[in-house]
């Protein structure tokens, strides 16, 4: 039960240390280089949440792997996909009704 709880709540740590930082990347990138970098940065980041999801998943069907490096995958998956949230609210504002 305590290992779960500590899973779930290093899960949602991430959304408030992730979250923000994905923001922050999106105003500064687009300072320096404009929306299409932007774009391409929630690219970037969205796909190595990806990668990391499946390999969370993936080790489920490894040899019985460490419950320490699940959580530390599990973790990275958790930051990149807050941050790409976080990068997803910098883009959403500047969207045209067209």
């Given at each position: 039960?305590e290992?779960?709880?500590?899973?779930?709540?290093?899960?949602?740590?991430?959304?408030?240390v992730?979250?923000?930082?994905?923001?922050?990347?999106?105003?500064?990138?687009?300072?320096?280089?404009?929306?299409?970098?932007?774009?391409?940065?929630?690219?970037?980041?969205?796909?190595?949440?990806?990668?990391?999801?499946?390999?969370?998943?993936?080790?489920?069907?490894?040899?019985?792997?460490?419950?320490?490096?699940?959580?530390?995958?599990?973790?990275?998956?958790?930051?990149?996909?807050?941050?790409?949230?976080?990068?997803?609210?910098?883009?959403?504002?500047?969207?045209?009704?067209?």
């Open positions: 039960m290992a779960a709880g500590a899973a779930a709540a290093c899960f949602g740590v991430m959304n408030a992730a979250r923000p930082a994905g923001g922050v990347a999106s105003d500064a990138v687009a300072r320096l280089f404009g929306m299409r970098r932007r774009l391409w940065l929630l690219w970037a980041v969205q796909t190595a949440g990806a990668a990391l999801c499946v390999l969370v998943g993936r080790m489920g069907a490894a040899e019985a792997p460490s419950l320490a490096a699940t959580m530390a995958v599990m973790v990275a998956c958790a930051a990149f996909v807050q941050a790409a949230s976080g990068l997803t609210f910098g883009i959403v504002p500047f969207v045209s009704k067209r």
